[in-house]
């Protein structure tokens, strides 16, 4: 008896497939069919597969060619597999041409020709049209979006959009997109829209790019008042219109790895949560001068408060500010203790003071720990009493991690709302809570002192907010 081995991830199953299958089957007497597990397809950059493993697993069935069908969850695993199913043939269509030679060590190798004029890629970008994406602001941030779209199909940068003409000409040049003067043109030639500009200028871009029909991915901290977040989700929904904050943590798969585990009683009931977050930024650097808006919290506060709402939950009993300011009165490190019914936590972030950056989450079991940067998500262990039994546990991080939370962005504006629960609205409303309230708190305590921050005069309304500098992390 020939056996026959191939493998696919058989998303959106077409003829394409089903000729394969279909061929593969003919080669031999009996077919093995591996299909991917949505974790080795993210692990291999594959992000945007629409059918859940048991559906492609069901569309592969339904052929009839398939004598036996395994699920493929790792690199390396072909050669294990083939070894194991004693497998005479291994099988793969021509688009892989090469990339499996290195099997014929085990086997026979066949590249099928691949059929033409159809692919899931095509079907996507069908049901899904291609959402042309538009970015205001100029800085390094606005760049990574780009080099990471790129990495997301169903996206293409368009234009950009900076009021500061300069900036967004040069930004524009440089990664290959238009540049527009007029914020209506720019609205025109997209889809969505991408906000990368100053954090106080988050608000009234939101609101604009919501009132022209647009679904807004914004950085965090996504706005700086809580009844501007509440406002600016209701109006989204009225409108059905997709808003989201870009805590690139929230949506990778690490992350969301640790927080399934951290909840699935093998720590028994969380208690304590404690993270942290330094970045040591030059003294001249914006994010340590903008006598406004800058300052350790604001820059990297919503990282470390992230862990702490979505474990101990956005009701806190009581919720405390301790901060090094620098010469300026802006922190330089910022820690925020909070008690509420579950536990205590604290949260603690620093531009202008080092620590070691690790998340630490205890139970009444055990405890979870990654050392930085957890905050890009790729290994973490558990441990307990017996501190001779360590669970570890590595999941794959690509790139800088913001494709995970585009490639949610997408399914979520194509109708998909699974991947809300990475980050809910209520977590973004308590989280422009927690920031309005240090504000305030850091007004006031600077203004005893004869300073005080700026935010009076105020920003965050206006659409045509200048900004030039603007960096971000
Ligand atoms: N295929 C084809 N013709 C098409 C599209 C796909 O012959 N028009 C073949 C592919 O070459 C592959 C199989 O159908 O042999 C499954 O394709 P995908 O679902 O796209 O799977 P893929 O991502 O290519 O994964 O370990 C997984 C394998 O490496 C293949």
Redesign the pocket.
Known sequence: MIKVI??????LF????Y???QR?KALGDYLIV?V?TEA??KA?G?LNVVDSLVT?IENVKKTGFADEIII?ESYG??VNDIRKFHADIF??????AG??DYLRDYCRVVY?????????TMLREKNSPIQRVGIIGTGRVAGRFIQEAKLVSGISPQGVYNPHTDSAFLFAQRWGVNAYEDIEDFYKMIDIVYIASPHETHYGYIKSSLEHGKHVLCEKPMVLKRAQAEEMFQYAKEQKLILFEGIKTAYCPGFNQLLGVACSGIIGSIRNVEACFTKLEHKDARELNDQAYGGSFTELGSYVMLPVLKLMGQTFADLRFDVIPGGNGLDLFTKVSITCPAGIGTATCGLGVKSEGRLLIAGTKGYIVAEAPWWKTSYFEVHFENAEKIEKYSEVFLGDGMRYEISDFLSVISGNNQNEFKLTSQESIALAGIMERFLEEQNRTEKSRGGGRDIYADKTTGTSISFDHYTGI
């Open positions: 191939t493998y696919g991830t058989f998303d077409h003829e394409g497939h000729r394969l299958l593969a591996g991917t080795y397809d291999r594959k492609r493929e695993q072909k099988a793969i269509g021509s688009d892989w990339s499996f099928l020709e691949r059929t033409k004029n159809i692919s899931s």
